[in-house]
């Protein structure tokens, strides 16, 4: 079995504002994309962190600032192909 798969990006820090995902926020906001994909034929498939290093600009390192790791979050998605 064959699959496309879709990617989305998600924020680090989330504000979510429904009060039915109050101490449930991070879950809460997965949901509502897992299900606004799912209306597209897309099936969740997983969560995954990825970091990258970010250099200073050159201002900066001249100053001694050094590379930084940055968090980022991507759900994945699939369909059959």
């Given at each position: 079995?064959?699959?496309?798969?879709?990617?989305?990006?998600?924020?680090?820090?989330?504000?979510?504002?429904k009060k039915e995902y109050r101490g449930n926020e991070a879950a809460g906001y997965l949901q509502e994309i897992v299900n606004a994909e799912a209306t597209q034929?897309?099936?969740?498939?997983?969560?995954?962190?990825?970091?990258?290093?970010?250099?200073?600009?050159?201002?900066?390192?001249?100053?001694?600032?050094?590379?930084?790791?940055?968090?980022?979050?991507?759900?994945?998605?699939?369909?059959?192909?």
């Open positions: 079995m064959f699959y496309h798969y879709k990617m989305l990006q998600i924020p680090p820090s989330i504000s979510v504002q034929g897309w099936e969740f498939y997983r969560v995954d962190e990825i970091g990258t290093w970010v250099n200073p600009g050159c201002l900066r390192m001249l100053f001694g600032q050094k590379s930084v790791s940055i968090p980022h979050y991507v759900v994945t998605f699939r369909r059959e192909a």
